[in-house]
Structures are given as structure tokens and as C-alpha cells.
């Protein structure tokens, strides 16, 4: 059977490059333009061919367009046995998304085919919340993506990993202006430090049971302050997974 929500390897405190195969369900999604495949947002593997992102790196609804590199550590290579290129086959974006207030930030895709080696350490499954199971402010959770490692430059070529501790919703709303709302969970440090930042869009939040020891994806990156990342009083914004499960099972149903 399918051993979802485990992973091998560890993880570093702070903002860091992670080990290879420590987070084999943070999948890379590519986009064609001009003439060739570039990295675009992250995303997790729930299923043998779907996966969450953020529905603003998929809003051109063009599946011919997307591809997701499961398997993958490196940006731009395909240098491991564990490594796949699969062509995405249909995109599903909440019906509740809405592009200005960032609300409902969520899209499911569905690949074109199965994953087709056995789910392994490198390439695995994360586990789903339960729709009841909030996470506590202040626990330490982990976001993973291929974004910049300072400010809004250009993406990293590792996969990186940051602990973020989850953030008191109110506290977060006060801090943009009443922008978040329930469809969003907020995590990060108040003093400022680890942040996910420009293109980890789309990328996974996961939590670790302390008692099954499996990680549950609870947010996909969604959106931050303008300009740098990491600052005081301005933490990362995800798109709530828990709140949105009836429309993932739903769609998956279809």
C-alpha cells in the first residue's frame, strides 16, 4: 500500500537547500513560452495524478501549456532515475477564486497519466487535512518551493525549505489592511527571518502529526507583502486546504 505523508531525510531551521528526496511531493510546474518549458510555480502531489497548487499559476487554463516535473531537487534537469516529466491534462480552479482579493487561491490539476514508478522516498503522496483539523498558532510547519533565496530576484536552482510557525489569523488580517480571509491561514515570525517569497507560488505548507509522524499539507503559498519577503509584522498568506476539501474530493470524483 501507499505509505502517503512519509518522507526521509531532515530538514534545516531556517531558509535553506533541503536534502534530495526530503520532500517527495513538492512537484515543479513549468509553463511554455517562447518556444521553451520555464519554471513557474510549485506544487504537492495528493494522488498519483493530481496535485494542489495556487490557482493564480494556473489561471491561463491552457493545460497544453503546463507541465509537472514530480521527482524533481534540481531546477531544469532530469538527472535522477526518480525524475519525471508529465504533461498536465486538466485544470480545475475553485470556483470561489478570485484574482483581486487572492481569495480561494487553490487549482487542482489532474496529469495526463499516472505516475509510473512505485511511490517511493524520492516520489510520494502528502496526505490530506482533516476538514475539523485546525493547527495551532505557533506550530512549526514546513514550506517548500523553488523560489528566490533573498528579495524578488530570480528562482533557485534546489529545492528550498523553510520552517514557518503558523500565525494568528487576526493578527495577520491586521497586518494587511482586512485583505485575509477564511480561505486563507497565515505563517511566518513577527520579528521577521524565513519567508517564502517570489515564485514559490503554488508551493506546499505541510505540518507533521506529532503522533502518526505524517505531514499534512495545510497551505499552498499564495501571497506575501510587496517587495522584500521576510520582513516584521508581514508573514506568508496560503490558500487553507481544509477549507476547500469538498471541492478537491469532489472534483477528484468527477
Not at 130 to 153: M, R
Amino acid at each position: 500500500p501507499i505509505n502517503l505523508g512519509r518522507k526521509s531525510g531532515s530538514f534545516i531551521v531556517g531558509g535553506s537547500a533541503s536534502k534530495p528526496g526530503s520532500w517527495p511531493w513538492t512537484v515543479g510546474i513549468y509553463f511554455y513560452t517562447s518556444f521553451q518549458w520555464r519554471y513557474s510555480c510549485a506544487g504537492a502531489l495528493i494522488a498519483p495524478h493530481w496535485l494542489l497548487t495556487a490557482a493564480h499559476c494556473v489561471k491561463l487554463l491552457d493545460p497544453a501549456l503546463y507541465k509537472a516535473h514530480v521527482g524533481s531537487y534540481k531546477q531544469l534537469s532530469v538527472d535522477t532515475p526518480f525524475e519525471q516529466d508529465l504533461q498536465v491534462g486538466r485544470i480545475f480552479l475553485h470556483p470561489e477564486y478570485n484574482e483581486l482579493r487572492r481569495s480561494h487561491d487553490l487549482a487542482l490539476l489532474s496529469l495526463s497519466q499516472n505516475v509510473s514508478f512505485p511511490f517511493n522516498a524520492h516520489v510520494n503522496a502528502i496526505c490530506l487535512p482533516g476538514s475539523n483539523g485546525s493547527v495551532p498558532v505557533g506550530t512549526n510547519c514546513v514550506a517548500t518551493g523553488w523560489g528566490s533565496t533573498g528579495g524578488f530576484s530570480t528562482s533557485s536552482l534546489v529545492l528550498n525549505q523553510a520552517i514557518l510557525p503558523i500565525y494568528d489569523l487576526a493578527v495577520c488580517n491586521r497586518s494587511y489592511a482586512g485583505e485575509v480571509d477564511g480561505s486563507m491561514l497565515c505563517a511566518g515570525y513577527q520579528q521577521g527571518g524565513p519567508d517564502t517569497c517570489s515564485r514559490d507560488g503554488g508551493g506546499p505548507l505541510m505540518c507533521q502529526d506529532p503522533r502518526s509522524k505524517k505531514w499534512f499539507l495545510q497551505g499552498i503559498t499564495s501571497w506575501g507583502a510587496l517587495g522584500a519577503c521576510g520582513q516584521p509584522n508581514q508573514p506568508g498568506v496560503f490558500a487553507k486546504v481544509s477549507s476547500m476539501l469538498r471541492f478537491i474530493y469532489n472534483t477528484m470524483a468527477q
